[in-house]
């Protein structure tokens, strides 16, 4: 499972740094830094995106239980949410999530600076 995260996002970055220490087997990858995306990179910092190898990119609520079917502690979540009727509702609150990330983000400290030593894309964890 590869996920595209905005890295300038302290938001995004305390996410990513609480799912990398649940484990699991997901390449994550900093939009912030330069680092190849399947689509235009503006596009993909509105939205969260994950792709399962081979399979088509997935992006908000989607992208979200895909990953967690690949985090073992929230597999669980990512189980129900094959329920169209729960997926559908979680795509709602992701809805209104979206609405209130650049308060959300102000309220963190804003986008970061670059910084040159940063790899940008985790090896997925076996």
Request: proline share 10%; with cysteine; glycine share 10%.
């Amino acid at each position: 499972m590869t996920v595209w995260y905005d890295g300038d996002c302290p938001l995004c970055r305390n996410e990513i740094a609480v799912l990398r220490a649940l484990g699991g087997k997901v390449a994550f990858v900093d939009l912030s830094i330069g680092e190849p995306c399947p689509i235009d990179r503006a596009a993909m910092k509105l939205r969260f995106h994950a792709q399962a190898p081979g399979g088509p990119l997935l992006s908000g609520a989607e992208a979200f239980a895909a990953m967690w079917r690949a985090v073992p502690p929230l597999r669980p979540l990512g189980e129900m949410a094959r329920s169209p009727r729960v997926l559908a509702r979680l795509e709602r609150l992701y809805l209104g999530f979206l609405k209130i990330r650049p308060w959300l983000q102000a309220l963190l400290g804003g986008p970061r600076k670059p910084d040159p030593g940063d790899r940008g894309r985790d090896r997925a964890r076996t």
